[in-house]
């Protein structure tokens, strides 16, 4: 075997006898002889062959990655077993062998499954050796690992990355999109609408916008909270009308985004906040306004305009408990409404401000 099978075999076993030593169960020739789970040589090309591009744990229990090979990417969620529904032109799922399990676990350091049962472990896999190495179908050791999903990504998919930049991002997008057509994962109930906005910016959204506030979204167990990362990215965006005229004018060099940082250290300087979301939000689009306008009517806001007031007021309400600050209260329908607000005034104005972003 190559070093990265003996490695990888190595690690996978040792996991294993690590779990069953836990819990205090006496085998006594568990820790003899070497073993490995079995591939044959087209097998054996994946395990050595296969390059993990970028990996990421989204959240404790659910960790995405993607790897290279034979110069097709492919893309992995860990921890579930649901199956991504995508146009098969765009993913396409593929059958697990030897020798992707066996660089996936050790890759990936894919944890042993909860509901594992030493004992089971200890007799189906740490029987006593009978020769110098034993070795096994894959499948009667993946049993005991966290699940593992695989998907191929053609070459007509928007999530294929062209260059390595693009891996970090292209990831994300790909665990939202798996997120979001799984609504067992999420915990709370979105409509149709917001879910397809949330699928069309995963999909073809600028490529500034910071996927993974949308994706710590969707994994909220609060509304409260699920705005909050959607606010965030409607903040960073907040310097942009008021910087982008001064930064040409002066001729600076760096970034306009260089350039705010820079003036918010140096000077103490930054838009306040109430201003900012009120200009963005006043020249967005007519549907936008009109659902902020509904929102502001069910929480009996009578005055006309300033909706960016609205998002503003809902944003101190959440993050600040001062007496000064109104509590305000959406039941799950309005909460919804301004999610899809939200995601539209992203949507909209990350493209307006494509440009800028990348000055």
């Given amino acids: 075997m ?23 169960i006496d085998v006594p020739w568990f820790r003899n002889g070497k073993r490995c789970i079995d591939t044959d040589q087209d097998e054996q ?49 593929i059958e697990l062998n030897a020798g992707i399990v066996t660089a ?3 890759e990936l350091k894919v944890s042993i499954i909860r509901k594992a049962n030493p004992y089971e472990i200890a007799n189906e896999i740490f029987y006593e050796p009978q020769q110098s190495l034993t070795r096994y179908e894959f499948g009667q050791v993946f049993k005991f690992f966290e699940p593992i999903i695989v998907y191929q990504l053609n070459d007509s998919s928007p999530f294929t990355s062209q260059d390595e930049s693009q891996y970090e991002t292209n990831l994300i997008k790909l665990s939202g999109t798996y997120i979001i057509k799984n609504h067992q994962i999420t915990s709370l109930d979105l409509s149709n609408q917001t879910i397809n906005k949330f699928e069309q910016i995963f999909f073809a959204g600028a490529e500034n916008i910071p996927y993974e506030n949308l994706v710590l979204s969707l994994l909220s167990t609060s509304w409260q909270y699920y705005f909050l990362d959607l606010y ?58 009109l659902i902020l306008e509904e929102i502001k009517q069910y929480l009996g806001m009578t005055s006309t305009g300033k909706c960016g007031e609205l998002i503003y007021k809902i ?45």
């Fill in 2 to 24: 190559s070093r990265n099978m003996i490695k990888a075999n190595e690690y996978i076993f040792n996991s294993l006898a690590n779990f069953v030593e836990s819990s205090n």
């Fill in 45 to 93: 090309q994946w395990l050595k062959e296969l390059k993990i591009l970028y990996q990421k744990s989204i959240v404790p229990k659910f960790k995405a990655a993607s790897f290279e090979f034979e110069n097709k990417e492919y893309f992995v969620i860990v921890g579930w077993e649901e199956q991504l529904e995508i146009e098969p032109s765009q993913l396409e799922k």
């Fill in 104 to 106: 996936l676990l050790f």
């Fill in 232 to 289: 965030r990215c409607i903040e960073r965006i907040f310097f942009i009308p008021k910087l982008t005229e001064l930064h040409e004018n002066l001729n600076i060099q760096d970034t306009l985004i260089k350039f705010s940082a820079d003036i918010e250290e140096y000077l103490g300087w930054r838009p306040k906040e109430n201003e900012a979301i009120n200009e963005l939000i006043d020249n967005s689009p007519e549907d936008i306004i």
């Fill in 315 to 359: 944003r101190n309400s959440i993050v600040h408990f001062r007496p000064a600050n109104q509590q305000l209260t959406l039941d799950d329908q309005h909460w919804d409404k301004l999610m899809r607000a939200s995601l539209l005034i992203i949507d909209y104005w990350y493209y307006e401000y494509n440009d800028q972003l990348n000055m």
